[in-house]
């Protein structure tokens, strides 16, 4: 791949800091960057980096795309401000939901959200600051995963032979493009982000739209937002490396109250991994299993059918589109 990661054994996360905050400073020299914080661990530890190397030079955007979990936006806004960190928050729902409007293919749906998200909403933005360069937590298993064809990560540009100068008008800078999800990890603890943030769980970069098979709707959203919830709340203490929910696009067969209602189907997975490359299905009590049907079919409306998955990585994904 022409990147050499750094392994987590092999990584000091003081000297790793050192010498990011000197190469994005000497990169961007005096002139601005747009960072794109999305939350997750990786965008965070980016965000932090790039401000302590740029300061007031560093424009931070949280893009608000009605993909994200409950509250999501203001939560991490709020967090970063108390960090020190001020963050723009963009309102680009419309965007988003016209860029996937009709589109059930999963890889089409991934580069719908790579559209929207570089040209339309950040070339908008760097056109409107001036800045040439835009820094993103793009890390090793991402492009690991693009380039063998497992699945488009929509934060792969340049491996995939795409100049974002040419296309969207700007550089993008990859600090953590050499380490895995753990090492990120670490590094993040070093920067004294708080652990709610470092320990966090992993979130896809097209959000809550991985987690749908079929077209991306405001209202489909919405269920799986529900879902993800419930599933967070129940499984939050269990120590998996990370735990999800999906909604399938067939209907199916249900019963309420001696009818039949045909509603919808949540698929519930639960993950042992080190690092995304392998998982194991977390080996959950039925009696967790049965709460989680129990609160699901109960709290989100229409759903009749919760199911488990306990196929590993591979052949299956952790995210399922």
């Known amino acids: 791949m ?3 990661e750094i392994r987590l054994e092999e990584l000091s996360p003081e000297k790793f800091i050192e010498d990011k905050v000197k190469e994005i400073s000497s990169t961007v020299g005096n002139g601005l960057a747009i960072n794109a914080l ?38 991490i806004v709020s967090l970063f401000q108390n960090l020190g960190v001020k963050v723009g928050l963009i309102n680009a ?21 790579t559209q929207a998200f570089y040209k339309d909403v950040f070339g908008k933005l760097v056109r409107e600051s001036s800045a040439k360069y835009l820094l993103q937590g793009t890390n090793y298993t991402d492009v690991e ?30 600090p953590l493009i050499q380490l895995r999800k753990s090492a990120i990890r670490k590094v993040a603890k070093a920067l004294g982000l708080p652990e709610e943030i470092y320990n966090r769980l992993p979130f896809p970069g097209p959000a809550l739209a991985a987690r749908i098979i079929g077209e991306v709707t405001p209202e489909r959203v919405a269920i799986v937002r529900k879902a993800t919830r419930i599933v967070e709340e129940e499984l939050h203490s269990i120590g998996a490396f990370q735990y999800l929910a999906i909604l399938h696009s067939d209907k199916v067969t249900g019963l309420r109250e001696d009818k039949r209602d045909y509603g919808m189907q949540i698929e519930v997975r639960c993950w042992d991994s080190k690092d995304a490359v392998t998982g194991s299905p977390t080996r959950l009590s039925y009696d967790i299993l049965d709460r989680l049907a129990e609160r699901i079919t109960k709290e989100v409306a229409g759903v009749v059918s919760v199911t488990y998955n306990i196929t590993p990585k591979p052949p299956s994904t952790i995210e399922a589109v």
């Open 93 to 113: 729902e419309e965007t988003f939901f016209d860029a996937l409007k009709g589109v059930t293919d999963p890889e089409e749906k991934r580069e719908a959200i």
């Open 38 to 75: 999305s939350g997750g661990v990786d965008s965070s530890t980016v965000t932090i980096l790039a401000h302590r190397a740029l300061g007031d030079r560093l424009k931070t955007h949280f893009v608000s795309n009605g993909l994200m979990r409950e509250k999501e936006p203001e939560y």
């Open 2 to 4: 022409g990147i050499k």
């Open 145 to 174: 995963e693009t380039v063998a064809g497992v699945k488009r990560q929509h934060n792969i540009l340049e491996q995939l032979g795409i100049n974002p100068e040419e296309v969207y008008g700007y550089k993008v800078i990859e």
